[in-house]
Nanobody
Framework: QVQLVESGGGLVQPGESLRLSCAISGGTFRRHSAGWFRQAPGKEREFVAAVKWNGDTAYTDSVKGRFTISRDNAKNTVFLQMNSLKTEDTADYHC???????????????????WGQGTQVTVSS
């Protein structure tokens, strides 16, 4: 059984940075693609970023140039470096993983089979 545990969320001011981590256990990590999704109060869950098993990445337009997703196969961990945070980035951030994802499905939450509990990110002055 695959388990995902997120960490790194918190309260920051606009313009500051946070680094989220997602530790994945119980599966063959190097074969998994992983994504970050977020959900703000009263809004639909939205795709943020993803990294395929081969290292290819995808981002939603609103975070391009500010967020960077990466993976460390030795540590079975996926990271989301978030710079120049904005108030609109405030949300509950969830990590997800799945095998066999192709590039066209990375942005689709339904393509992922396992999810973490989430970590809260609040950007406020």
């Amino acid at each position: 059984q695959v388990q995902l545990v997120e960490s790194g969320g918190g309260l920051v001011q606009p313009g500051e940075s946070l680094r989220l981590s997602c530790a994945i256990s119980g599966g063959t990590f190097r074969r998994h693609s992983a994504g970050w999704f977020r959900q703000a109060p009263g809004k639909e869950r939205e795709f943020v970023a993803a990294v395929k098993w081969n290292g290819d990445t995808a981002y939603t337009d609103s975070v391009k140039g500010r967020f960077t997703i990466s993976r460390d196969n030795a540590k079975n961990t996926v990271f989301l470096q978030m710079n120049s945070l904005k108030t609109e980035d405030t949300a509950d951030y969830h990590c997800a993983s799945g095998m066999g994802l192709i590039t066209s499905t990375l942005r689709n939450g339904a393509a992922y089979t396992d999810w973490g509990q989430g970590t809260q990110v609040t950007v406020s002055s």
